[in-house]
Every structure is written in C-alpha cells, then in structure tokens.
C-alpha cells in the first residue's frame, strides 16, 4: 500500500523558517517524483516545487523560488521542503503527491498518490 504522510507544519512568524517532511512507502522511490502541493482557503491547489527522485533534478514555483528548497533523503525515502523567508500569504495546508510519470506542477496536474496534508500558519 502506497502511503505519503507529511510532517512538520505549524504555526511561524512572518520571516521565520520551516520545514515538512513527506515519508513515503510502498513503492520504490528512486522511481518516482514527489511534488509539494499548497491549497489556500478558497483558492486554488498550487503546485510549488517537485523533485525526479531517479536524477534529482528539481523544479519550484515563481511564487517560492528562492525561498523554499524541495531535496530528498532517499535512504530514509523522505522529501523535505525548507521554507525559508516566510509569509502570510504563504498559509496553507501543504500535501505531498507522488507519481511514477509526472514530474510537473502546472495547474490542474493530477498525481497518482497524495498524502493527508499539513498546516502551515504564518502569522504577520
């Protein structure tokens, strides 16, 4: 059984740092790409960054470049997002999505297997 569980949300200030985890099991990860999805309230998911776990090569937002760092621990088959230079426009409940074939973010993109989400809080 496939299973994504985010960790590490919670409530920052603005300007402050954080980072979520995604465990992943029941696949082999080396295989896949894991993306970072946020969905505000009565907006939008947005996806914000994706890693191919098979070259490493990565891929993030206009909205987050340079602030957030999408990198993975394939011993521990765990991808990090590092949140750097928080906002409160970066609240959200943040997912982790994984996918054998799809290595985008474009809007509307779907992946296969998602996790339960994490909230993020900034506070101004």
């Known amino acids: 059984e496939v299973q994504l569980v985010e960790s590490g949300g919670g409530l920052v200030q603005a300007g402050g740092s954080l980072r979520l985890s995604c465990a992943a099991s029941?696949?082999?990860?080396?295989?896949?790409?894991i993306a970072w999805f946020r969905q505000a309230p009565g907006k939008e998911r947005e996806g914000i960054a994706v890693?191919?776990?098979?070259?490493?090569?990565?891929y993030y937002a206009d909205s987050v470049r340079g602030r957030f760092t999408i990198s993975s621990d394939n011993a521990k088959n765990t991808v990090y997002l590092q949140m750097n230079s928080l906002k409160p426009e970066d609240t959200a409940v943040y997912y982790c999505?994984?996918?054998?074939?799809?290595?985008?973010?474009?809007?509307?993109?779907?992946?296969?297997?998602w996790g339960q989400g994490t909230q993020v809080t900034v506070s101004s």
């Open positions: 890693m191919a776990l098979y070259d490493g090569n990565s």
């Open positions: 029941g696949f082999t990860f080396d295989d896949y790409a």
């Open positions: 999505a994984a996918d054998r074939w799809i290595r985008t973010i474009v809007p509307g993109v779907i992946y296969d297997y």
